[in-house]
């Protein structure tokens, strides 16, 4: 990243995350400034992970992208779906109770830590014990069942979470968090976690993305506001708000109306986009709208949608977003965001990309987590569900000209917030 600050060794940490979808290191991706050696440790596939933990790590994946996949096939994908989610399933948040009761998935993360899992990369930690940042419950878990010396902090990457990102004893733990919304703080509390350790902190969004002082996104605002109020409706009623908030915006916006499919890390959904895109071809046709598809980091997905976009002759207004390496495809990502208008997607950690004022089309949910960061992006307004694919040139453009898409890029970026990696960085360099 370009002008990214030198961090003093007192505002360093072990910034860890583990490669379970895209979710935990693109929540880490933005906190690689105070990562020690400038570098984000993978918990499940560091230089020198023990045979042993690997393998343990590499089931638990291929179980989460089984499940994540499995949900596709007619018939039996939704129920078995279901009765799998339940060990992940997020309770109701009222009546408010205490929740603090270990469930059965946590008893056995640790009954594994205790067999060793983990041992070796908290032993190397504890040789130079700053402070860990783990953006998966996991490893915080193993640093503090193996004693280590230093402060263990866990980031959250959902609008709200089940007990198992919660240690045995919650009201004992030594785990601080950092909490993206007020969602997961006051189900924290539930979980029995004491106040005085959870920080509101929210997410940590890619500075890049941002500026020090919101600059940047400011001024990629203004450009996405002209090409989601096409019509000014949204404009007209509130100008003081935007301008207020934005400054005066740009007499023509810098890139054409763009929406971006990112793929979740599975490969699932893949159908999506496809289907969007038959829909709206002629649009895209007549160079009215630019269609990205981020895919990651897997070879195989980038060349299904080559070779399913192919003969629709679109002229390079559909894009294939990839990277070699997942730091790759972040750098990749980050900078296509800033001329992204409309995001679509699952509702995973990107639902806090709302933040950054890109309205979010929400696609069909997998798992509990999903169907909560769904409630919340609709409880906030920036998103809207995705509706018939068949139909997307329709619900679509009705959005667009309606100025509901502005509105939803309004109600993010003033609802959401966008400072999460800078709280972060200053609460670590005061530890």
């Not at 769904?374 to 998103?383: M, V, Y």
Request: proline residues 5%; glycine residues 8%.
């Amino acid at each position: 990243m370009e002008n990214r600050k030198k961090i003093t060794k007192q505002g360093q940490a072990w910034v860890v995350a583990a490669d379970m979808g895209y979710g935990h290191q693109r929540t880490a991706y933005p906190l690689r400034d105070i990562a020690f050696g400038d570098k984000v440790i993978c918990a499940n596939n560091y230089d020198g992970i023990p045979k042993k933990d690997k393998n343990f790590w590499q089931q638990t994946r291929y179980l989460y992208e089984f499940i994540s996949r499995f949900k596709r096939i007619p018939f039996f994908g939704d129920p078995v779906f279901s009765l799998l989610d339940r060990f992940q399933r997020i309770l109701t948040y009222y009546p408010k109770r205490d929740l603090s009761r270990p469930v059965f998935s946590l008893k056995n993360i640790f009954y594994f830590i205790r067999k060793g899992w983990g041992r070796d990369l908290i032993e190397r930690f504890k040789k130079n014990p700053l402070p860990i940042v783990s953006t998966f419950f996991t490893p915080a878990f193993m640093a503090e069942e193996l004693k280590y010396p230093g402060k263990i902090y866990c980031v959250i990457c959902d609008a709200d979470i089940n007990r198992s990102w919660v240690s045995l004893n919650s009201q004992k733990s030594k785990i601080e968090y950092f909490a993206p919304c007020t969602w997961v703080r006051d189900r924290l509390k539930l979980y029995g976690v004491k106040p005085e350790r959870i920080f509101l902190t929210g997410y940590p969004l890619p500075k890049e993305n941002l500026g020090k002082n919101l600059e940047i996104l400011k001024q990629d605002m203004g450009h996405r506001i002209l090409n989601l109020d096409p019509s000014r409706r949204y404009r007209k009623t509130y100008e003081p708000l935007i301008k207020g908030s934005l400054g005066k915006l740009p007499q023509k916006s810098d890139h054409p109306l763009t929406i971006m499919f990112s793929i979740g890390g599975a490969g699932a959904q893949k159908e999506v986009p496809l289907g969007a895109i038959n829909s709206l071809k002629e649009k895209i046709k007549d160079k009215k709208l630019r269609f990205v598809i981020a895919v990651g980091v897997r070879e195989e997905l980038r060349r299904y949608f080559m070779e399913n976009i192919k003969d629709l002759k679109l002229d390079g207004w559909v894009q294939i977003l990839s990277g070699m390496t997942t730091d790759e495809y972040f750098k990749n990502f980050n900078e296509a965001l800033r001329e992204t208008d409309v995001l679509w997607t699952k509702p995973s950690e990107l639902s806090f990309y709302a933040g950054l004022g890109i309205p979010i089309i929400i696609a069909p949910t997998i798992g509990s987590q999903e169907d909560f960061n769904k409630k919340w992006l609709l409880h906030i307004g920036a998103g809207a569900a995705q509706e018939t694919l068949k139909y997307t040139d329709q619900w679509f453009y009705d959005l667009l000209d309606g100025g509901d898409l502005a509105e939803m890029a309004m109600q993010g970026f003033m609802e959401i917030e966008k400072k999460g990696t800078y709280n972060i960085e200053q609460i670590i360099s005061n530890s």
